[in-house]
């Protein structure tokens, strides 16, 4: 039943998604797109759209995942996929949920003790590491082409894409959007 | 601890004095993160700036010291960050109802936005429809590009040396290998959880010895 797989997943997607969205993105790839709800391009779609609309890319990605996967499983009438974002979106966040709201003060309280700051400074640097896989990842034939041209292309986009992050302070949603009217020009004619 | 609990006490009262009869707060709260919720992009630390100037400036609900200490918790706990210090804040203010205020309002406006787009924007269209597939290839690449420079920025600001770089690399290739069971995000998160807590015990003890033979000495002179 595809409804409690994808339950499951986000379960542990919530439970064990330390250091915000991008680190999460490795964990989603893993529980999501692995089993083939989704495809490894459907996946960076997600990403691009959770980046031009408001809200955090964690929930968006689970109403997108939860609309999309039943669809792909052969559910096809879109009150499957609504069914499905509602229960990804829920589920998303109730493992942090209850933890904010039945161990807030017993963290507070420790939070100077040894065992607290040895968890965060070891995660730390696991966190970076998460950041990094999503990123190699998504480095592949379905996102950057497969032919020499659109190879060539896509590591243009993604180094001036880099560039335009690292050395400017234009918002990443305008880096999506030159990046969006570049393909066209490019891809189109 | 005493203070902690003075704090506790004194921003009770305060929430009290400032809510009025008391009820209006939780459709307040709700509406509040509904109205951030709707208009932060890419979530995050974008989302913890609005929420601080919502809270503690314009609502007066928290002082900002209780703020970063609602921060600090809901950072060292998993889940959407965002989320997190909704329901640290909802929960401050009005207990269990307050954390369902205020993270549904933060979780409904991208669910909304994000549910509209799903059914208009399908897979399908992505892949079939020449305009948007032309322009969703342009925009795969610099999606990558975007990851890759949170990777740079946030191993300065965690300062990443020489003697901790080899973390973040042995878990990004290990997850990148694919290999069964070793490739588990989890798995690191675990072991660095555990690791650090080791190694921070170890160090302590190291030090503590140090200390000892150092009092010692001055004893034995």
């Known amino acids: 039943m595809i409804y409690l797989q994808l339950i499951w997943s986000y379960i542990k ?54 609309y999309v996967a039943p669809m792909q499983a052969g559910f096809d009438a879109p009150l499957w996929g609504l069914l499905g974002s509602l229960i990804c979106t829920v589920v998303v966040v109730l493992p942090s949920f209850l933890l904010v709201a039945f161990t807030s003060h017993l963290i507070h309280r420790h939070r100077d003790s040894l065992l607290i700051r040895g968890i965060f400074t070891g995660l730390r640097p696991v966190v970076i590491g998460l950041i990094a896989s999503a990123a190699l990842l998504l480095m592949n034939g379905e996102n950057f082409g497969t032919e020499t041209n659109h190879i060539i292309i896509s590591v243009i986009i993604a180094v001036c894409s880099l560039a335009m992050v690292l050395f400017t302070k234009i918002h990443p949603i305008f880096v999506i959007i030159a990046s969006g009217i570049a393909g066209f020009f490019i891809y189109y004619f | 601890m005493e203070d902690s609990k003075k704090s506790v006490k004194t921003s009770a009262e305060r929430i009290t004095a400032n809510s009025g009869a008391g009820r209006g707060i939780l459709r307040k709260l709700f509406i509040s993160f509904l109205r951030i919720g709707a208009f932060t992009f890419g979530g ?16 007066r609900w928290i002082s900002r010291e209780e703020f970063l200490d609602l921060l600090a918790v809901a950072q060292s706990l998993p889940g959407i960050l965002a989320v997190n210090i909704s329901v640290a ?77 080899w973390i973040p690399v042995v878990v990004a290739a290990l997850i990148w290998s694919d290999i069964p069971y070793v490739s588990n995000p989890i798995l690191f998160v675990v072991l660095g959880a555990f690791g650090g807590w080791l190694w921070l015990h170890r160090k302590e003890k190291h030090l503590r010895n140090k200390q000892l033979e150092k009092e010692d000495k001055e004893a034995d002179v």
């Open chain 1, 13 to 66: 997607i919530g439970l064990f998604g330390f250091g915000g969205g991008y680190a999460m993105l490795s964990l989603i790839e893993r529980e999501i797109v692995s089993p083939g709800w989704i495809t490894e391009k459907m996946f960076t779609d997600i990403v691009a759209i959770s980046q031009m609309t408001p809200g955090p890319i964690g929930i968006n990605s689970a109403t997108y995942i939860g």
């Open chain 2, 44 to 59: 995050g630390w974008a989302m913890i700036t609005l929420i601080e100037r919502e809270v503690v400036e314009s609502r």
């Open chain 2, 89 to 165: 804040v909802g929960d401050r203010l009005r207990g269990m109802r307050g954390a369902v205020a205020a993270a549904s309002g933060t979780i409904l406006p991208s669910f909304t936005i994000i549910l509209l787009i799903a059914v208009f924007l399908t897979p399908d269209l992505i892949q079939n429809n020449r305009v948007v597939a032309s322009i969703f290839a342009g925009i795969r690449p610099a999606v990558t590009a975007l990851i890759v420079a949170p990777v740079l920025t946030s191993a300065r600001s965690a300062k990443i040396g020489w003697k901790t770089v």
